[in-house]
């Protein structure tokens, strides 16, 4: 069996499930975000290989449909044209391709069934689909059982006052570059002062621990250490379950403070307007800084704000994820599942 990450159309990863499935051999996509049609459509917006405007774009998107993507009124091709036509030709194309992972592998292993009803909604076959749990739910499950100790030791190695609110901040990275007018920064350097300076104007009303996004080096944000705020590099699953209030811009790791019960503030401070969290009513989404500034103040200074979007937050949890330490068990299965279906079917090319 094949297990991977993604199914995305301009990686060998659609390659090796179609040809694996030609071997006999069945794939799993165990994905690491959530699919999103406008996520690769803002990212290429703007670049010339992307646009659909020459006669090689123009033919292909005609002859097939599926490679378009209209944004603000601008026609997107998914790969440059060229592409498009030589994965067609060679067999190796998507149902869908702008839709993340929308391809033959076998099984994809989700987290919960919200992203389930969102594969739905995304056209996947619910035979495809199978519920077994995020691959960090040890982690998170391990982090809630023994919240207050492992609560009051953060407090004690980051020098908390252990009575404030704790806020985890999922930092954003650096996604500046080519035309970026619709971002409300000029820099990341602008960006990253104006969500520091909205943390340290809380004072001495609650603690901010920052976790630097991956693709952000720790030594980037480490100056902005304050008496309130701190810098952790502590696995964001480890984290979130431990703090009173989780702040990120468009992350996938919102999904895991929605099923840890913990309210979010999802200040979009790129101004992507994906809509993978509409509708939950424990986050409160945000894209101007003084928006950010404003719901910030309010869930440090008004209880009953806070404890209203908790409540909220732990209304929807469970269909948001599975907090238990089974996932192996469940994932086992998935696999026993796949490779019988494989062995009762075999398919070769």
């Known amino acids: ?113 919200s992203q389930r009803d969102r594969y739905l909604q995304l056209g996947f076959p619910a035979s495809q689909l199978a519920v077994v749990g995020d691959i960090h739910s040890a982690s998170l499950y391990r982090a809630a059982t023994n919240r207050a100790q492992l609560r009051l030791e953060l407090m004690a190695r980051y020098n908390f006052v252990p009575d404030r609110p704790l806020i985890l901040c999922g930092f954003p990275p650096d996604q500046f570059g080519g035309e970026d007018c619709q971002f409300e920064f000029s820099s990341y350097d602008t960006l990253s002062n104006a969500w520091i300076e909205s943390f340290r104007s809380l004072g001495g009303r609650a603690n901010v621990l920052i976790r630097p996004h991956p693709r952000t080096s720790a030594d980037r944000l480490s100056s902005f250490v304050a008496e309130n705020i701190r810098c952790s590099m502590q696995p964001t699953a480890e984290l979130i379950p431990l703090c009173d209030l989780y702040v990120a811009s468009i992350s996938a790791t919102i999904r895991w403070a929605v099923a840890c019960g913990v309210p979010v503030i999802n200040y979009d401070t790129y101004r992507y307007r994906y809509e993978d969290y509409e509708g939950v009513g424990g986050i409160t989404h945000v894209e101007l800084l003084s928006d950010f500034r404003v719901q910030l103040n309010r869930f440090v200074d008004d209880n009953s704000f806070a404890e209203c979007v908790t409540r909220k937050q732990r209304e929807v949890m469970h269909r948001w994820g599975i907090l238990d330490d089974n996932l192996s068990r469940r994932f086992a299965a998935l696999v026993n599942d796949v490779t019988e279906g494989a062995r009762s079917h075999p398919e070769s090319g």
Request: charged share 25%; hydrophobic share 45%.
């Open 1 to 113: 069996m094949i297990i991977l990450v993604e199914d995305n159309v301009e990686t060998l990863s659609t390659t090796i499930i179609n040809e694996g499935l030609r071997q006999g051999v069945p794939s799993v996509i165990v994905p690491f975000t959530i699919p999103n049609p406008m996520e690769p459509a803002q990212f290429y917006r703007y670049r010339k290989l992307n646009q659909v405007d020459d006669v090689l774009s123009r033919f292909v998107v005609r002859l097939f449909p599926k490679w378009r993507y209209r944004l603000d009124g601008k026609d997107l091709i998914r790969v440059p044209a060229f592409t498009a036509l030589a994965l067609e030709a060679l067999g190796q194309s998507s149902p869908a391709p702008w839709v993340l992972n929308r391809g033959r592998a076998a099984k994809i292993a989700l987290d919960s069934e």
